[in-house]
């Protein structure tokens, strides 16, 4: 199969080596000149495990190629797939399908011979029919059939949510689009992935139905941490009760500062104006939206409490930046508002991050200082706030952390460490739904006479 792939960025670059990696021949079409330039020396311009290498091998094999536009790239294609950017409009959370159009416009004009549209782009429902119609009144002469094939990838995931989905959705009005995309993700149902074939508008609404699901679930157990911490409860323990139920299940149950990234705050807001446009306002969707935003606005609150109702003066260390491990992308993060609100409140702030220090920068300017290591961000701490679950923030002694801090505060927003160790080194762990939780909060007095003694911990 030939298949054309507009848009290098991360979903497209994900698509185009996977699909190449099938055996088809894949052009993928970034417009972008620095973009363009970076994928044609091949470097990769996101952080996503075992990508780099997937693009060299399909590349090497000249399987996958690179252009910078649409001239020559549509040339006897048989499907192209649109995975350029759909971002959140300003101002009224609608998806902005600028980027969409200008591609369908662009493939109208350069398409040669028939081939299959597929939109692989997160796009509102009823776009499909749009780009049908347009594509009809563009090119009347040519038999375009238009799909919609929504994806479900997660950040520093992809490859294996590619090459082992739980399911493949299709949404088209069947005949060739159908066959012709049974036939390019043949490897996959081979192996048995399911492949559920749908109209059009079941398709884009299965996307954005399945993202504000698992944000709602993030932001149920959220509000169950809080809960716990109120009862003193477990929500580690609640977690396992609720999970065990084979119709719950145990996946996107794990309490944090709440949900962030590039995709959930995005298709939430783009789902419950989908709704309310539709005449049938999901107030699900709106709470899940609304719930997540007030937690993240209170975290600074939970972080003054634990530091005995105040960190002016406090040096203060920031392990994790990015909204999730395995991934340089901050969007959306909650470690922004949580950094920003600690130099407000007067702290002085000190960071790092695996992988997303260089994004950071952008978010900050010299009112934040970014190490290359978390000793380094620890070194002389009175307090430790863990904002990201990084692997290797897992590994962190409290026998090195006691070495490392001056203070002996630690919140840990995604409990990532089993508190007993860090409470025997004398640490106060303020974790998120655990029964330790909002009773460690120690006295700020007690915080700083640490300071004041400048005893570095023996
Ligand atoms: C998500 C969907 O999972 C994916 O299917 C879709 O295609 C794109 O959006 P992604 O945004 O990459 O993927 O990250 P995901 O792993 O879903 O996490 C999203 C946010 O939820 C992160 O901020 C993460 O920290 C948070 N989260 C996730 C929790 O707080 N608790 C959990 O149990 C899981």
């Known amino acids: 199969m030939k298949i054309a792939v507009i848009g290098g960025g991360y979903v497209g670059l994900v698509t185009g080596a996977c699909l190449a ?6 052009t993928i079409v970034e417009g972008d000149p620095t973009r363009y330039a970076m994928l044609a020396s091949g470097k990769i311009p996101i952080h996503e495990p075992g990508l780099e290498e997937l693009v060299a091998l399909q590349c090497e094999k000249r399987l996958l190629s690179f252009a910078p ?13 649109l995975a350029v950017g759909t971002p959140s409009r300003r101002g ?6 600028t980027y969409i159009f200008a591609a369908v416009r662009q493939v109208a004009a350069a398409l040669t011979a028939p081939a299959v549209l597929v939109t692989k782009s997160t796009v509102p429902v009823g776009t499909g029919r749009r780009i049908a119609n347009l594509m009809q009144e563009l090119r009347p002469d040519l038999a375009i059939d238009v799909a919609s094939n929504p994806e479900f990838l997660r950040e520093g995931k992809a490859l294996l949510d590619f090459m082992r989905p739980d399911r493949i959705v299709v949404g088209c009005a069947g005949g060739h689009a159908r066959a012709l995309l049974e036939a390019i993700y043949a490897p996959l149902t081979a192996r048995g992935a399911k492949l559920l074939v749908t109209g059009i508008e079941t398709a884009e609404l299965i996307k954005y139905a399945a993202n504000s699901f698992l944000a709602m679930k993030i932001s149920f157990i959220n509000e169950m941490a809080d809960i716990c911490e109120r009862v003193a409860a477990d929500v580690a323990d609640l977690v396992q009760g609720l999970g065990l139920d084979s119709r719950i299940g145990a996946q996107f149950l794990q309490p944090g500062p709440g949900f962030g990234g590039s995709c959930f705050p995005k298709d939430t807001e783009a789902l419950a104006r989908i709704a309310q446009d539709a005449g049938a306002p999901s107030r699900l969707v709106e709470s899940t939206i609304a719930a997540n935003s007030a937690r993240k606005a209170g975290l600074g609150a939970r972080i003054n409490q634990a530091c005995g109702g105040s960190v002016a003066g406090l040096k203060i260390a920031v392990l994790g930046l990015t909204f999730k ?42 009112n934040v200082s970014f190490h290359d290591s978390a000793k380094a961000a620890l070194l002389g701490a009175d307090v430790a706030i863990i904002m990201t679950e990084w692997a290797e923030f897992q590994r962190l002694s409290a026998r090195d952390m006691h070495q490392w801090m001056r ?11 089993e508190p007993s160790a860090f409470q025997a080194e ?3 762990v303020t974790g998120i739904g655990r029964p330790w939780s909002a009773i460690q909060a120690r006295p700020l007095a007690e915080i700083r006479s640490t300071r004041e003694t400048g005893s570095q911990r023996s």
Do not use: K, W
């Not at 009224?92 to 399908?97: P, R």
């Not at 002996?408 to 460490?417: E, G, K, L, T, Y």
């Open 325 to 366: 491990p395995d991934t340089d992308d901050l969007r959306d993060s909650p470690a922004l508002p949580v950094m920003h609100r600690m130099v407000e409140d007067g702290a002085t702030v000190h960071a790092y991050d695996p992988q997303g220090m260089e994004q950071a920068r952008l978010y900050f300017d010299d």
């Open 92 to 97: 009224d959370g609608h998806a902005d399908l």
């Open 21 to 26: 990696n099938f055996g088809h021949g894949v």
């Open 69 to 81: 536009d649409l001239r020559g790239a549509l040339e006897g294609v048989d499907a192209v797939f």
């Open 407 to 417: 203070g002996h505060c630690i919140i840990d927003m995604r409990n990532v460490f």
């Open 426 to 428: 004398g640490f106060s």
